[in-house]
C-alpha cells in the first residue's frame, strides 16, 4: 500500500518539478472513453494509493482520475503512478511553468537547440520544397530512440566552423532559451592544426556561458577522421581526455562519448562503413551508433512526456483518422497500402492495452507505405507534425530505408511541400543497421498555404521482412 505525503515535497522525475509547485491543470476536456472531464489517465497500477486518507484505487484498471479531485489530489495520484512505475498514458504535456496540460505538443522543459559543426548542420536540412531530419543526424536518431521527447527548437549547425567562430555566434543559441543546448565541435579546429590548449579553452568558455544562462550544456567530443595525421590523432584523444576529465569536476555537464560509439578499440580507427566516402562524416550507421551514445548521456535527464492519446478518440490538435491504426482484418481503417515495388502483405497484430500493431511484410525486397489522406479541419497558417511508432521484427533481413513524410496538395493534385523524418537524404546511404528495432519518428512542421487542399501523411520503408506500426499523430503544434 503506497500513502502520499500531501506535504511532501518530492521531485518527481515524471514531472521535473517539485510537487508543491502551482500547476494549473486543464479541465473540461475529454480524454477518455471512460471519463469526460479527468486529469489524467492512469493504467495499471500495481498498488493501491491513498489519497487524504480515502483508497483511490487503480489495480489493473484505466481509471480516470475524476474531475471532483483538486489538483493537489490530481498530482499526487500522478506521482504515485509514476514512482509504482507505471505508465500514464494520456498526459500531453509537461507540467511546467504554471503551462496547462492541454493536448499541444510543445514542451517547454523538453526543448533542446544543437549547434556546431557539419556534423551537427547535417542532422536537417530544408529548401524550397522539403524540410528533412535525416538518417545521417546523430540527434535524429537519438531522439529516435529517445521517443521524441526532445523538441528541438533549432538546428544551428555551420559546416566547417570552429569553436572560436562558434563562440562569436553562441548567443544566437542561447537566446533561444532551451533547456538543452547540445554542442559538436572541434573536428575542425583539429583539422585547422590549431593549439589543442586554445581548443581546450574554447571549449570551456563554450560550457561557462551555456550554464551562466541557465541551460544545460551537452558536448559531443570528437569522432576521428580517415585523413588525420599522427598529431591530428594525438590532439583528438587529449581534447577527449580533457573532456572526460571535465565532466568529472562539473556536476552540470553532460559529455556524450561519440569517439567511442564509432571506434574499432582494437585499431582506434572507424568501424567500416560508419563514416562516409570523405572519411570525416558518418554514415547512417555512424549516425545511428553515435544517436545511442546521445541517449545513453542524456536519457536520465529528460522529464518523461507522453506523446499519445490514451484512447483512439481524437482531440482539437490531432487531426489524424483512426491514429491509433485499430480495425480492419488487414489493413486498418480509414488508412490505405500501397506497393511501389517488390511483394507486401499486411496484417493486424495485437499488442498489450487493447493497442494494435499495423504489420507489413515485404516477402521480397521493395518499397511500400501506408497513407491517408486528410482534406479538413486545417486552416491557412496552421502548422501540423506527424509522430508515429515504428517496430522492426526480428526477422528483417535488408533495410534500406524507412521514413515518416507529411505532404501538402492542391486541389489539381500538384504538390505543395514536403516535411520528411529520418530521411535518406542523399545517395550515398549506406544500409540502415539491423540493430534499430523500435522507436519513434516525426516529420519537422508543415504549414497550410493558401492553396492547400488536402495533406497526406505518409509511412514509408524499403525493406525485406516485416515491419510494424502502432500508434500515431498528426498534431497542431501552433
Same mark, same amino acid.
Given at each position: 500500500?503506497?500513502?502520499?505525503?500531501?506535504?511532501?515535497?518530492?521531485?518527481?522525475?515524471?514531472?521535473?518539478?517539485?510537487? %508543491?509547485? *502551482?500547476?494549473?491543470?486543464?479541465? @473540461?476536456? =475529454? /480524454? &477518455?472513453?471512460?471519463?469526460? +472531464?479527468?486529469?489524467?489517465? !492512469?493504467?495499471?497500477?500495481?498498488?493501491?494509493?491513498?489519497?487524504?486518507?480515502?483508497?483511490?484505487?487503480?489495480?489493473?484498471?484505466?481509471?480516470?482520475?475524476?474531475?471532483?479531485?483538486?489538483?493537489?489530489?490530481?498530482?499526487?495520484?500522478?506521482?504515485?503512478?509514476?514512482?509504482?512505475?507505471?505508465?500514464?498514458? %494520456?498526459? *500531453?504535456?509537461?507540467?511546467?511553468? @504554471?503551462? =496547462? /496540460? &492541454?493536448?499541444?505538443?510543445? +514542451?517547454?522543459?523538453?526543448? !533542446?537547440?544543437?549547434?556546431?559543426?557539419?556534423?551537427?548542420?547535417?542532422?536537417?536540412?530544408?529548401?524550397?520544397?522539403?524540410?528533412?531530419?535525416?538518417?545521417?543526424?546523430?540527434?535524429?536518431?537519438?531522439?529516435?530512440?529517445?521517443?521524441?521527447?526532445?523538441?528541438?527548437?533549432?538546428?544551428?549547425?555551420?559546416?566547417?566552423?570552429?569553436?572560436?567562430?562558434?563562440?562569436?555566434?553562441?548567443?544566437?543559441?542561447?537566446?533561444?532559451?532551451?533547456?538543452?543546448?547540445?554542442?559538436?565541435?572541434?573536428?575542425?579546429?583539429?583539422?585547422?592544426?590549431?593549439?589543442?590548449?586554445?581548443?581546450?579553452?574554447?571549449?570551456?568558455?563554450?560550457?561557462?556561458?551555456?550554464?551562466?544562462?541557465?541551460?544545460?550544456?551537452?558536448?559531443?567530443?570528437?569522432?576521428?577522421?580517415?585523413?588525420?595525421?599522427?598529431?591530428?590523432?594525438?590532439?583528438?584523444?587529449?581534447?577527449?581526455?580533457?573532456?572526460?576529465?571535465?565532466?568529472?569536476?562539473?556536476?552540470?555537464?553532460?559529455?556524450?562519448?561519440?569517439?567511442?560509439?564509432?571506434?574499432?578499440?582494437?585499431?582506434?580507427?572507424?568501424?567500416?562503413?560508419?563514416?562516409?566516402?570523405?572519411?570525416?562524416?558518418?554514415?547512417?550507421?555512424?549516425?545511428?551508433?553515435?544517436?545511442?551514445?546521445?541517449?545513453?548521456?542524456?536519457?536520465?535527464?529528460?522529464?518523461?512526456?507522453?506523446?499519445?492519446?490514451?484512447?483512439?478518440?481524437?482531440?482539437?490538435?490531432?487531426?489524424?483518422?483512426?491514429?491509433?491504426?485499430?480495425?480492419?482484418?488487414?489493413?486498418?481503417?480509414?488508412?490505405?497500402?500501397?506497393?511501389s515495388s517488390g511483394v507486401g502483405v499486411t496484417s493486424k497484430v495485437r499488442r498489450d492495452k487493447g493497442l494494435e500493431w499495423q504489420q507489413a511484410e515485404m516477402t521480397t525486397f521493395g518499397e511500400?507505405?501506408?497513407?491517408?489522406?486528410?482534406?479538413?479541419?486545417?486552416?491557412?497558417?496552421?502548422?501540423?507534425?506527424?509522430?508515429?511508432?515504428?517496430?522492426?521484427?526480428?526477422?528483417?533481413?535488408?533495410?534500406?530505408?524507412?521514413?515518416?513524410?507529411?505532404?501538402?496538395?492542391?486541389?489539381?493534385?500538384?504538390?505543395?511541400?514536403?516535411?520528411?523524418?529520418?530521411?535518406?537524404?542523399?545517395?550515398?546511404?549506406?544500409?540502415?543497421?539491423?540493430?534499430?528495432?523500435?522507436?519513434?519518428?516525426?516529420?519537422?512542421?508543415?504549414?497550410?498555404?493558401?492553396?492547400?487542399?488536402?495533406?497526406?501523411?505518409?509511412?514509408?520503408?524499403?525493406?525485406?521482412g516485416k515491419i510494424r506500426f502502432g500508434r500515431t499523430r498528426l498534431i497542431k503544434t501552433n
Open positions: 500500500m503506497m500513502i502520499m505525503n500531501m506535504e511532501q515535497d518530492v521531485q518527481s522525475y515524471y514531472l521535473g518539478i517539485p510537487l %508543491n509547485k *502551482e500547476v494549473v491543470l486543464k479541465r @473540461g476536456q =475529454e /480524454i &477518455d472513453e471512460n471519463g469526460e +472531464v479527468g486529469q489524467a489517465l !492512469i493504467k495499471y497500477y500495481p498498488e493501491d494509493v491513498i489519497i487524504d486518507g480515502v483508497p483511490y484505487l487503480g489495480s489493473g484498471g484505466a481509471d480516470v482520475i475524476p474531475a471532483g479531485l483538486t489538483d493537489t489530489q490530481a498530482k499526487d495520484a500522478i506521482y504515485a503512478a509514476h514512482v509504482s512505475k507505471t505508465a500514464i498514458e %494520456n498526459i *500531453e504535456g509537461m507540467v511546467s511553468n @504554471g503551462s =496547462e /496540460i &492541454d493536448g499541444k505538443y510543445n +514542451v517547454n522543459n523538453n526543448t !533542446i537547440v544543437i549547434d556546431g559543426d557539419s556534423i551537427c548542420r547535417q542532422n536537417t536540412h530544408i529548401d524550397s520544397t522539403t524540410s528533412l531530419t535525416q538518417s545521417a543526424g546523430y540527434f535524429i536518431w537519438g531522439n529516435t530512440l529517445l521517443g521524441n521527447k526532445l523538441k528541438l527548437i533549432a538546428n544551428n549547425g555551420v559546416g566547417g566552423e570552429r569553436t572560436d567562430q562558434l563562440l562569436l555566434r553562441l548567443q544566437l543559441s542561447i537566446d533561444l532559451k532551451p533547456r538543452f543546448l547540445n554542442v559538436n565541435i572541434g573536428k575542425n579546429d583539429i583539422s585547422q592544426n590549431i593549439d589543442i590548449q586554445t581548443i581546450k579553452n574554447n571549449l570551456l568558455e563554450i560550457y561557462t556561458r551555456i550554464k551562466k544562462a541557465g541551460i544545460i550544456c551537452i558536448l559531443n567530443n570528437i569522432i576521428p577522421y580517415g585523413t588525420s595525421d599522427l598529431d591530428q590523432i594525438n590532439a583528438i584523444y587529449g581534447v577527449n581526455e580533457y573532456l572526460r576529465q571535465l565532466q568529472e569536476t562539473k556536476n552540470d555537464l553532460i559529455v556524450c562519448d561519440m569517439y567511442s560509439s564509432i571506434v574499432d578499440p582494437a585499431t582506434n580507427i572507424s568501424f567500416t562503413d560508419y563514416l562516409v566516402s570523405d572519411n570525416i562524416h558518418p554514415s547512417v550507421i555512424g549516425a545511428y551508433f553515435m544517436g545511442e551514445a546521445f541517449r545513453n548521456s542524456i536519457e536520465k535527464y529528460i522529464p518523461n512526456i507522453v506523446l499519445f492519446q490514451g484512447s483512439n478518440g481524437t482531440v482539437d490538435t490531432n487531426i489524424i483518422n483512426n491514429s491509433f491504426m485499430l480495425g480492419g482484418t488487414t489493413t486498418a481503417t480509414g488508412w490505405s497500402f500501397y506497393v511500400a507505405s501506408f497513407y491517408q489522406s486528410i482534406y479538413s479541419n486545417f486552416q491557412i497558417g496552421d502548422k501540423y507534425k506527424f509522430i508515429a511508432e515504428y517496430e522492426l521484427d526480428s526477422n528483417v533481413v535488408q533495410v534500406d530505408s524507412y521514413r515518416i513524410e507529411l505532404l501538402s496538395k492542391d486541389s489539381e493534385g500538384v504538390n505543395l511541400f514536403s516535411v520528411r523524418g529520418l530521411d535518406i537524404g542523399s545517395s550515398t546511404m549506406i544500409r540502415f543497421p539491423q540493430a534499430i528495432t523500435s522507436g519513434v519518428i516525426e516529420t519537422p512542421e508543415l504549414e497550410i498555404t493558401a492553396d492547400t487542399y488536402r495533406i497526406i501523411p505518409y509511412l514509408k520503408f524499403k525493406l525485406l
